[in-house]
């Protein structure tokens, strides 16, 4: 445990004096824009304050950046400002010290500091986000703060409005280790009294590791009169409510739809009496309404196709595109330009924003002239050249590619459908009753929905145009009788999001919410690799060797150059000479064991955290080409790279079953015992679903 001398300055400390080394940091740290430096930035802040003055100096500086005129104008971008910088940097630091404190206690050997201060760990979990990691009893806060000073903090914190999406309540929850129990009785307290941020309820009633307790009643009606609720938000509140609360919650919503939104006066009556605050109601009366009829039409799955992302998040998503082409090579330009048109048709307004990208930081004077001619308020789309390429040929050797006896077909048809549940029908009564399943969908939708849906069969892909058949009665019929029958064993990865999608295509289909014999080939792998180790002994057979070159850990190196110089001085208290050697050790140790399970075995531990990429290089010894991941799925005609790419990750799901088949039939393991011992997907249906 550090003590408060290891951070206290020389001599007496006085807060307010050091405001302005703190803000000139901030707004350092802010003008770089790098979010991964928020737990430096927190270190470099914090620690220096003493141990004992720490909770009000966090306060103190919250607040000023919260209340001093030129600070409050200060805005970096997405609606960020200062003071949620604060938060961000202080509880990211208190983060990094509770896992190096848990490092010490040799209770998590695969985390060091210097892990610690990285924004993920080596398995690609972020200890900011991973609830089970840093909520369990082996590790705590590391500052000996006392209840009511970590009750102070929430307050403050639950008293503030915050962008939604730094989730800034959950992240305080776990640096301060306070139960969500606790959590929810401060914002309680603070509803109570008229304080609680709209930021914070929505945060209690939306976010998994609150709404599953104990919530008190007038949360949903304060935060539909607080500020704008989305349908996503009220479904995850609902999901885990008794039938006889969720038929309360449709009663409060039909209550706001029918009376709230009668009259201002009507308005302003609710929102006194279930707020608790007085004065001028905000929002007005009229982003009120507007608010709510967005989200009742959208709980009734009355607006199926979702509306375009804003500015912001277009530009950030055409952002990282560039990236993939220009610094990581993981695109063409075809493929960005087709991007960069189809957003630009939908938000002209960046366009100058993006010439900008293109010839600032990437240097790409050509493409940027072709982006100055684009005119977004054409009816149609410039239509980029691309490449010929073949749909059983990978762009690249190390990828993997469809077998060439393979058929791909389109179906851009509803009645073409009855031919596909035709071919189901012949599968289930087959010896090989598995379909590989994948969706897609354009990432540039605030409510996306499936745009392709890919079935693999023995012998064939269907790729489906959800576009063009969406809201049909044959493609419920479809849905039904693929996911509804339980001969058949669906394969896909993670599918519950793509359930989701599929959902805004098909919202009457019962079978989307209780899906029968739908497995995660994920899951089924780390059951298969948990039952060889344990029955057979070996993976030899199973795994290919990982075609990632293996590279050693940086900070083996770093260590090693800080130990060997007597004159390096470290700016951290916490990285003596002593615990660099111990880390050193590990770190050497970690990797030989690393290096051991690329070429002969796997990690249990790693499975969890494999993409599907990762799988098929492990069983099939090629990875997937993931370059049209984030494509344009709701063009038409789709190029045939994208054509590959989603009959691939479809098709890969029977390539995979094909080799745990032969595994299991070799190694005498039941296959079909694994297969019925995975997890059922059960989905709630939507709080409208019997009147929508």
């Not at 500091?113 to 840093?134: F, H, I, L, Q």
Request: charged fraction near 25%; glycine fraction near 4%; proline fraction near 5%.
């Amino acid at each position: 445990m550090p003590t408060g001398s290891e951070f206290a300055f020389n001599g007496d400390f006085v807060i307010e004096d050091d405001f302005e080394r703190a803000v000139s940091l901030l707004i350092n740290s802010t003008q770089q824009q790098q979010q991964s430096k928020r737990r430096e930035l927190g270190e470099n802040i914090f620690s220096k304050v003493p141990q004992e003055r720490l909770v009000e100096y966090f306060i103190a500086l919250f607040k000023y950046t919260q209340e001093n005129h030129k600070l409050t104008a200060y805005t970096i971008k997405n609606e960020i400002k200062l003071q949620h910088v604060v938060a961000q940097s202080f509880f990211s630091w208190m983060l990094a010290l509770m896992f190096s404190k848990k490092n010490d206690k040799k209770k998590r050997k695969s985390l060091t500091v210097t892990d610690s201060m990285k924004d993920v760990d080596e398995n690609g979990t972020d200890p900011m986000t991973d609830a089970e990691s840093t909520c369990s009893s082996d590790i705590s806060c590391p500052f000996d703060f006392t209840e009511e000073e970590k009750a102070e903090i929430i307050r403050t914190i639950g008293s503030t409005e915050f962008p939604s999406y730094l989730k800034i309540l959950n992240l305080a929850m776990k640096a301060l280790s306070v139960p969500p129990i606790k959590v929810i009785k401060i914002i309680k307290e603070l509803a109570d009294a008229g304080q609680a941020s709209f930021s914070s309820l929505l945060s209690i009633l939306s976010e998994t590791v609150f709404n599953t307790l104990s919530l008190w009643e007038d949360l949903l009606p304060q935060c539909i009169l607080l500020g704008k609720v989305n349908a996503n938000q009220i479904e995850s509140y609902a999901s885990p409510l008794s039938e006889e609360k969720r038929n309360h919650t449709r009663q409060i919503l039909l209550n706001a739809e029918l009376i709230w939104q009668q009259s201002i006066e009507r308005y302003t009556e609710m929102y006194r009496k279930y707020t608790h605050r007085e004065g001028k109601p905000e929002p007005p009366f009229d982003v009120f309404r507007n608010n709510l009829l967005e989200l009742m039409s959208d709980l009734r799955q009355q607006n199926p196709q979702g509306k375009f992302i804003d500015a912001g998040m277009a530009i950030g998503i055409i952002k990282s595109s560039l990236v993939k082409r220009f610094k990581k090579g993981e695109v063409n330009d075809e493929q960005i330009l087709d991007l960069i048109y189809h957003v630009l048709q939908a938000r002209p307004s960046i366009k100058n924003t993006v010439v900008k990208l293109l010839e600032k930081n990437h240097n790409q004077l050509g493409m940027a002239n072709m982006i100055k001619k684009f005119d977004p308020r054409r009816g149609t789309l410039p239509n980029p050249h691309f490449p010929d390429v073949s749909l059983h040929e990978a762009s690249n050797p190390q990828y993997l590619s469809l077998p060439k006896e393979i058929g791909v077909k389109f179906v851009d048809k509803p009645n073409q459908l009855k031919v596909l549940k035709f071919d189901l029908s012949k599968s289930e009564s087959s010896n090989y009753p598995y379909v590989g399943l994948d969706t897609e969908w354009s990432p540039y939708l605030v409510r996306p929905r499936a745009s392709v849906l890919q079935v693999a069969l023995r012998d064939i892909v269907y790729l489906i145009d959800m576009d063009a058949c969406s809201g049909t009665q044959e493609l419920e019929d479809f849905l039904n009788a693929l996911f509804d029958n339980d001969k058949l064993i669906k394969i896909g990865f993670k599918f519950t999001e793509d359930l989701q999608q599929l959902r805004g295509c098909s919202p009457r289909c019962t079978g989307l919410y209780r899906p029968k014999n739908l497995i995660c080939i994920q899951s089924l792998f780390n059951d298969l690799v948990r039952v060889s180790k344990k029955e057979v002994g070996s993976l030899a057979g199973l795994l290919k060797p990982s075609n990632v070159p293996f590279e050693p850990d940086p900070g083996i190196a770093q260590l090693q150059a800080e130990l060997d110089d007597p004159d390096f001085v470290d700016e951290n208290p916490f990285r003596t000479n002593e615990m660099k050697s111990a880390l050193l050790r590990d770190l050497q140790e970690r990797d030989k064991l690393r290096k051991s399970e690329m070429d002969n075995g796997i990690a249990q531990h790693d499975i969890k955290f494999m993409g599907l990429s990762a799988v098929c290089v492990r069983v099939l010894g090629k990875s997937l080409d993931k370059s049209e991941q984030c494509s344009v799925w709701n063009r038409r005609p789709l190029r045939v790279s994208q054509m590959r790419y989603a009959a691939l990750d479809a098709y890969c799901m029977l390539m995979l079953m094909d080799r745990f088949i032969d595994w299991c039939e070799e190694k005498k393991l039941d296959l079909q015992k694994l297969i019925s011992s995975q997890p059922p997907t059960k989905i709630a249906f939507p709080l409208f679903f019997s009147i929508m």
